[in-house]
Every structure is written in structure tokens, then in C-alpha cells.
């Protein structure tokens, strides 16, 4: 029992280790070619894990050694086009100036119900709307919308807009977070001064963030 689970726990952290010398982009985004390294890889993890009497070390080499393969084929993909198109494939457009490219949509053996689908999951219902729908090379849909259907920002109505920036989180579950602190120019005693004003401590306080406009915002921790 001590022997599985020792190797359980030590094929999980080879694992884990792998998938980040992957990079954030297989976590993300799985290709064809990152789809098929995270099969691979589950089944050489399941090997090692399942018969104690499988060698250790060779279900972790092939882990290591497929996970180093991934990382140079990804570095010389950053330079070749043509291994781009080789591993990944390319984007395809399915729609353009609202009308659906069948011919397209074939090649991509991608049906119309599919399409429909991720249509209506972006909040869009008539194909006439969209200006250019792109299939990614993950199977997403990427669309967007013929000028006159986008949403109106301030800019189209020519309205002043102040920087928002993203917002400081000073207190997570509890804990105070020293660094954000001083990144934004402040110190606990600050924090505590604020926190005291709302009847709070830190440690009852689950998220507490700064925006760049000065605002605290206090989530409990209920």
C-alpha cells in the first residue's frame, strides 16, 4: 500500500513538473499536437502507477523525455512557420461578411450545429451579423461582429474615460499581502486603520483589493 502510493505521489509531482516546462500555452490552448502529447503522456502516468512491479524508471523517462521533445519542438516552432503549420495547423474562416463558407466548413469536417453553438454561446443568433467567424486551431470559434452590431463604447459617443488599471489585492483568505502593499505605496498600518474603520480584522477579511481610483473593496470572510 505505502509502495503505491509513493509512487502515486512522485509520478503526480513528474507530472506536474512536465506539464509547466510545457509552458502556460499547453495548459491553455491544446492543438492537435498538445492534445495528443497530454494523452500520451496520462497513459505513460498510469503505467508506472498501477503495477509495483512496473520499473519506476521507466515510466518516468519516457515522461521526461516526451516533455523535453514538446519544449524544443514548441522553441523551433517559434521560428518556423512551417512547423507551426505542421503541429498546430491553421485558423479557418467560416463566415465571412455574414455568410457561412460550406467549403470550409467541410474541410474542417466542422458541422453546422457545432458552428450554431459557439454562435449562441458569444450571445450572436442570425450568421448576418458577423463580419468574419475564424475557427482557431484549438477548435474555438472566434467572432466578430459587423460594425454596426458591436456594443457601443465610450469612444463611438466620444466620451472622456479615466485609467482603470487593475486593482491591488491587499488581503487574501486572511492573510495580508506585505508586497501589494508596498507596491502601491502603503503599509499595514494603513490597511489595519481601514479595515478597523469597517469593524474588521485581516484575518476576518477573505479578499479585501485597491483600485487605482483609491476605492477599498471588503469581502468578509462569512
Excluded at 502510493?5 to 502556460?24: A, S
Excluded at 512557420?81 to 498546430?88: K, Q, S, V, W
Amino acid at each position: 500500500m505505502l509502495i503505491t502510493i509513493y509512487r502515486t505521489v512522485l509520478i503526480y509531482f513528474i507530472v506536474l513538473l512536465v506539464v509547466r516546462l510545457m509552458g502556460k500555452r499547453e495548459i491553455g490552448q491544446l492543438s492537435p499536437f498538445d492534445f495528443v502529447v497530454a494523452i500520451i503522456i496520462a497513459e505513460l502516468a498510469a503505467i508506472p502507477m498501477e503495477s509495483t512491479n512496473f520499473p519506476l524508471w521507466k515510466g518516468i523517462v519516457p515522461l521526461v523525455t516526451l516533455g523535453i521533445l514538446e519544449v524544443i519542438l514548441s522553441y523551433l516552432a517559434l521560428h518556423s512557420p512551417f512547423l507551426r503549420r505542421l503541429l498546430d495547423g491553421e485558423p479557418q474562416v467560416v463566415i465571412k461578411n455574414g455568410r457561412i463558407i460550406k467549403d470550409e466548413l467541410r474541410r474542417a469536417r466542422y458541422n453546422l450545429n457545432d458552428l450554431l453553438a459557439q454562435l449562441r454561446e458569444k450571445g450572436i443568433v442570425n450568421v448576418g451579423d458577423v463580419e468574419f467567424g475564424v475557427l482557431e486551431t484549438s477548435g474555438k470559434l472566434s467572432v466578430i461582429p459587423k460594425s454596426q452590431k458591436r456594443p457601443v463604447t465610450p469612444e463611438d459617443l466620444g466620451l472622456p474615460t479615466s485609467y482603470e488599471g487593475l486593482p491591488a489585492v491587499l488581503v487574501m483568505d486572511g492573510q495580508v499581502l506585505r508586497e501589494n502593499l508596498r507596491l502601491v505605496g502603503l503599509d499595514e498600518a494603513w490597511l489595519k486603520k481601514r479595515l478597523a474603520a469597517a469593524g474588521l480584522k485581516p484575518e476576518q477579511v477573505f479578499l479585501a483589493t485597491l483600485g487605482t481610483d483609491g476605492r477599498l473593496f471588503i469581502n468578509e470572510d462569512i
